[in-house]
């Protein structure tokens, strides 16, 4: 067992079921990877997450899309932070036991980006309404309309077993600098 991985969870998440039984296709579990990563960014700047953001958007949606897709991603989510006055939680995409699980908050949050993949913007401001606590949900449905207008011209990248992983080079280092790794030491 790696030394750098804890034994069990020590995350304090309030996760309300397991991601694989929510029915999200790839694209959905691929947005909520890039915003559970720009969330890890907010919290813990000094962890500079949105690195790894941007490359999972890069290596999950065909060139150039990945970077246009995190962007959006980011956009929509500065729409929910400037409409809540709560926190959002979110499960920790570095954790093995978290990023399997999935909060009350992820969950509206996805389920408002499908219904605007859907073409039902009643509901997605249903939806968000909920997640932004009321204040200024049409904020974020238009932002994730952007989104989905991206995603419209650029389909999902080949799988990555046909593909060469592309990763960042540290001159004279193995491995990134240690404030570039995930809060659970996973980079």
């Given at each position: 067992m790696d030394a750098n991985k804890p034994k069990r969870c020590t995350c304090d998440a309030r996760h309300t079921g397991r991601l694989d039984a929510c029915g999200f296709d790839p694209i959905e579990r691929t947005i909520l990877t890039v915003a559970r990563q720009v969330f890890v960014a907010f919290t813990q700047p000094q962890s500079q997450s949105w690195i790894c953001a941007l490359e999972t958007a890069e290596r999950s949606f065909a060139p150039p899309f990945g970077p246009a897709i995190a962007l959006a991603t980011v956009r929509a989510l500065q729409a929910l932070r400037s409409a809540r006055t709560s926190c959002f939680v979110f499960s920790n995409p570095y954790c093995e036991t978290c990023r399997h699980a999935i909060t009350q908050e992820e969950r509206l949050l996805i389920s408002t980006f499908r219904a605007v993949q859907?073409?039902?913007?009643?509901?997605?401001?249903?939806?968000?309404?909920?997640?932004?606590?009321?204040?200024?949900?049409?904020?974020?449905?238009d932002a994730f309309e952007e989104l989905a207008r991206i995603l419209?011209?650029?389909?999902?990248?080949?799988p990555p077993s046909r593909r060469k992983r592309m990763s960042f080079r540290w001159p004279g280092m193995s491995r990134p600098p240690a404030a570039l790794e995930g809060p659970n030491g996973v980079p």
């Open positions: 859907q073409g039902n913007r009643a509901q997605a401001l249903t939806f968000a309404t909920m997640v932004c606590e009321g204040t200024r949900p049409d904020h974020l449905v419209g011209e650029g389909p999902l990248a080949e």
